[in-house]
């Protein structure tokens, strides 16, 4: 991996999941699977969603992995700028991730999951003190979620953190 001298050593490797929408959530994650920040933003539109995949892709710096959830033809343009990037992808539907970390229980429906997503970030925004608001919105939750998913399944985390599932 050729190391940009001027980017911090906590930016280079690792993966930025991305709960993708026209609101959409992400979260950046280190080479160890930790977060380092996570945030959501309403795009509004299709066309300024696509202007500001550039940003998100160029704030997370050096990542290795991209891990998104959603699908049409927001997903198809994140897919396209991973590939411009050279970024292995990672793409999940929102019940296979979920099947991955919730109990049974937590998945009944879409309001209890999305509830249970928000507990679950929650406990790794006290445990891993990232920069971004100590609270979530639901998109920016399921993106941290899906980040941890994404995190064992390239061997960045071998188990899911210690007390974020209650």
């Given at each position: 991996m050729n190391l940009n001298?001027?980017?911090?050593p906590e930016l280079v490797g690792g993966l930025l999941a991305v709960d993708v929408g026209l609101s959409t959530g992400f979260a950046r994650f280190d080479g160890r699977g930790r977060l380092l920040w996570h945030g959501s933003h309403n795009f509004g539109s299709a066309?300024?969603?696509k202007r500001g995949i550039f940003h998100l892709t160029e704030r997370a710096g050096a990542v290795d992995w991209l891990a998104l959830e959603g699908g049409g033809p927001l997903l198809r343009h994140w897919d396209n700028e991973a590939?411009?990037?050279g970024l292995q992808t990672l793409i999940y539907s929102a019940e296979e991730w979920r099947e991955v970390?919730?109990?049974a229980r937590e998945r009944v429906d879409a309001e209890r999951a999305k509830g249970f997503a928000r507990q679950v970030a929650q406990r790794l925004i006290v445990r891993d003190n990232p920069s971004g608001p100590r609270?979530?919105?639901?998109?920016?939750a399921e993106a941290i979620c899906l980040g941890v998913v994404a995190c064992l399944e390239v061997g960045l985390l071998q188990d899911a953190p210690a007390g974020i599932l209650g």
């Open positions: 001298r001027n980017m911090k066309a300024r969603h590939r411009g990037l970390l919730f109990p609270d979530t919105q639901f998109d920016a």
